[in-house]
């Protein structure tokens, strides 16, 4: 029996609301569906232009763009002449400075075959080597804690020297830094990531990875630097250490995309899967659906985009339309109902009991409303500790986010998008 294409009811070829990183090799999610931060992708290509080596943050809420922003400004890098690839480094708070560094080298070194796959030399060479000399025994290639793969089979094992990374990773970095501007590259852009989830400590530990390496690496000509995260984990990461701070532009904190650009953002998507190019593509939701869960989810693409996937995705499979009928596009009622049935099981399943009774009362005084630590304690009249261990439960479970902090303020707690479609 043939699978059917519920998606061909709008005569798209498959869904447009996946949530994967648009990338310049994709041809599922090309970077070309990207839309809007004109000004925010000017300033981060300015700076990578303005200096022999620059170092730079994004910062924002998750799922707002912060990745899909760098992954374009990587590309139109590209197009001016320095040297990237599409993978992303991620930062850890494991680890040593080291292997921070080996990751470094790691990136440019994929840059250079990225961009020139007959490179070869003394400098490509000793890069060669000290790359590999980081592999560790598992299915394909991990670089300790911090999983960055560079190929590798399940029986090979090699042993890092003791202090070769500490001891020859600057000088091999620098050597291979210049053999690619000696062969036209303007400079070699690199992506690090992974912020998103820091806790204090962890963010903490992580900016001292990056002082550890800050003179045998971070300033190297040639090399561009953009590191990514959340807006608490990003300041603690590149402001912890005067050390980073003092070569660290200020970071770029995003706003949510404007409804406009992310209507726009949809549209674009509808029209690179139009699958009879001989007919017209059809809306597959309303107008008002993607402005009433844009508010719910304050600007948060990822969220909006997993919540039209999740509750459309369900409508159409109850539908027993053909693909070519005529089609209404899903309306706010509906799909409010599909997503607040799906999103109440699912979550009071991960939640339990105790985490979605407290996160019910807090719903009843106002979904909306931020909450801080000590509020929650005369709310669910329980003590500070259990509040902070319930927070926490709710933040992994993807029902409430800790906003950036204000200065000393107490940090404030908001239920997300997600849990409020199922309250």
């Known amino acids: 029996m043939a699978l059917p294409n519920l998606w061909g009811l709008y005569n798209l070829r498959s869904s447009p609301f996946f949530q994967a990183t648009l990338r310049a090799d994709s041809d599922a999610a090309p ?31 998750p799922g707002i763009g912060k990745t899909t922003l760098v992954q374009t400004v990587k590309a139109d890098a590209q197009a001016e002449g320095y040297w990237s690839s599409d993978e992303i480094i991620p930062i850890s708070a494991e680890g040593a400075s080291d292997q921070l ?57 090699v042993a890092t020297p003791p202090g070769a990374l500490h001891l020859d990773g600057p000088r091999v970095l620098r050597d291979l830094l210049r053999y690619a501007m000696g062969r036209g590259a303007r400079g070699i852009v690199l992506h690090l990531n992974n912020l998103e989830n820091l806790s204090e400590a962890d963010a903490s530990r992580a900016a001292d990875l ?26 603690t990461v590149v402001q912890s250490h005067t050390q ?13 995309l404007d409804l406009a650009d992310a209507q726009q953002m949809l549209a674009n998507r509808y029209a690179a899967l139009q699958l009879d190019l001989t007919k017209p593509w059809r809306f597959p939701v309303a107008d008002a659906v993607v402005k009433r869960l844009y508010e719910l989810f304050r600007g948060d693409l990822r969220g909006l985009l997993k919540a ?92 409430v986010e800790a906003l950036p902090r204000r200065g000393r303020d107490a940090i404030q707690y908001l239920i997300t998008g997600s849990a409020r479609l199922a309250l």
């Open 31 to 61: 970077l070309r569906l990207f839309v809007g931060r004109q000004r925010e992708r000017q300033l981060l290509l300015t700076t990578i232009g303005s200096s022999a080596s620059s170092r730079q943050a994004v910062a924002g809420r």
């Open 101 to 157: 560094l080996g990751q470094l080298l790691s990136g440019v070194y994929d840059a250079v075959l990225a961009n020139c796959p007959t490179a070869t030399g003394p400098e490509v060479e000793a890069a060669q080597q000290l790359v590999r000399s980081i592999r560790l025994r598992g299915g394909g290639l991990t670089v300790s804690a911090f999983s960055v793969g560079l190929g590798g089979s399940q029986s090979e094992t």
């Open 210 to 235: 990056l002082r550890g390496i800050r003179d045998q690496a971070l300033l190297h000509d040639g090399l561009h630097l953009i590191v990514v995260g959340t807006t608490d984990a990003v300041r």
């Open 244 to 256: 980073i701070r003092s070569v660290f532009s200020n970071p770029l904190v995003l706003e949510p």
């Open 308 to 399: 039209l996937e999740d509750g459309i995705t369900r409508l159409l499979g109850l539908t027993s339309a053909s693909a070519g009928a005529e089609v209404a596009p899903v309306g706010l009622d509906d799909l409010l109902l599909t997503l607040r049935q799906r999103n109440q099981v699912e979550l009071q399943e991960q939640l339990g009991d105790t985490a979605w009774g407290r996160l019910l009362a807090w719903a009843k005084v106002d979904a909306a409303s931020m909450q801080t630590q000590t509020q929650l304690v005369e709310l669910w009249q329980v003590k500070q500790p259990s509040v902070s261990q319930t927070l926490q439960h709710l933040i992994e479970a993807g029902a």
